[in-house]
């Protein structure tokens, strides 16, 4: 089958009006080795049934791939695309777009600051799951993994070394006055591409701030935590540095807010930020403030 290409930002309407055929054409051979032209057929099929047309809802753009999300006319259900630079699909999912309400209307009582120093890009985060895979679960439903970037990319050179991503070796800040309460470090630094899963945070520290709540960083640099349990931490203080370590692909901060120290069975909590914006999968962020629509302002 010949390969063809199609506007990305068209791709919700030629999806609606069943031209899977031509979308197909449009996806890479990895792609095609998971899924056939017939298999691909009847999914698009049922999935798009009822539909009346869909919408770019979310955009952002990471290692050269540029990702659309869209979302029905009555946003229950999602499709999200990613094209390399010849506009060919490397990823398409489509499922259900499901959000918890309640949860989601339940911020932080605290204010607080992003935990970096610098400009970081949010890679997870928002409040549903294609823009943050966090949020099928409720522990961890509103965290944020970050990263650091240049020209588009998180590494230079070859993506085989921590020490060339950016975001590696990098402070990581304390988000509001607190507590240490619990750390871990110990583990070494993952190679990138293969992860730790039994010790899925890798090296952490949690904080615990006024009302209960409490932050938790996770996959710090192996050595690198700069705190000790019970010691008094002001916001913006350095608590360590970014690694790979746990649950981690490449070098990056996990963090988020809970209402308990207990990391598997805490409640995460939406994090209310000290300038009133909330980033989401896609922003250039930083700790003072937060710089929306950089992918964005390219549809506008």
């Given at each position: ?27 890479s051979?990895d792609f ?7 298999q691909?057929?009847t999914?698009?099929?049922?999935f ?6 869909y ?6 753009s990471?290692q050269?791939l540029?990702?659309?999300?869209w ?11 990613s094209?390399?630079?010849?506009n060919?699909i490397?990823?398409?999912?489509i499922?259900p777009y499901?959000t918890?309400p309640?949860?989601d209307?339940?911020?932080t009582?605290?204010a607080?600051s992003?935990?970096i120093s ?9 409040a ?23 020209e588009?990319?998180s ?15 990098e402070?990581?800040?304390?988000p509001?006055d607190?507590k ?5 470090d110990?583990?070494v630094?993952?190679?990138?591409g ?8 890798g090296?952490?520290?949690v ?13 710090l ?5 700069q705190?000790?349990?019970?010691e008094?931490?002001k ?6 540095k ?5 649950n981690?692909s ?13 990391l ?8 209310q ?5 909330e980033?989401i999968?896609?922003?250039t ?12 302002e390219?549809?506008?």
């Open positions: 089958m010949s390969f063809s290409f199609i506007n990305p930002e068209q791709f919700g309407q030629i999806f609606q009006s069943e031209g899977f055929e031509e979308i197909y054409r449009c996806t051979s095609q080795q998971l899924l056939s032209l017939e691909f057929i999914v698009a099929s049922s798009n049934e009822g539909v009346r047309h919408q770019i809802e979310f955009t952002s990471l050269n540029d990702r659309y999300i979302l029905d006319d009555q946003k229950e259900r999602g499709i999200a695309v094209f390399d630079q010849f060919q490397q990823s398409l999912l499922k499901i918890y309640d949860t209307n339940r911020l009582q605290n607080y992003m935990p610098g400009e970081w890009f949010v890679f997870w985060g928002g549903n799951e294609f823009i943050n895979y966090h949020y099928a679960y409720e522990h961890m439903r509103y965290a944020y993994d970050l990263v650091k970037v240049h588009g990319v590494f230079q050179n070859t993506p085989t070394r921590n020490e060339n991503f950016y975001a590696f070796n402070e990581i800040l304390a509001a607190g240490v309460i619990k750390l871990m110990g583990f630094d993952c190679i990138p293969e992860m730790d899963a039994e010790n899925a945070a090296n952490y520290v904080l615990e701030h006024a009302n209960k709540e409490y932050s938790l960083l996770a996959h640099k192996k050595d690198s935590i705190v000790v349990i019970g008094l931490v916001e913006g203080q350095c608590i360590g970014c690694g790979n370590s746990g981690s490449e070098p990056h901060l996990h963090f988020h807010i809970m209402d308990s120290p207990d598997q069975n805490a409640n995460s909590l939406r994090i930020f000290k300038d009133g914006i980033p999968q896609g922003d962020i930083s700790n003072t403030s937060q710089q929306q629509g950089t992918f964005k390219k549809f506008q």
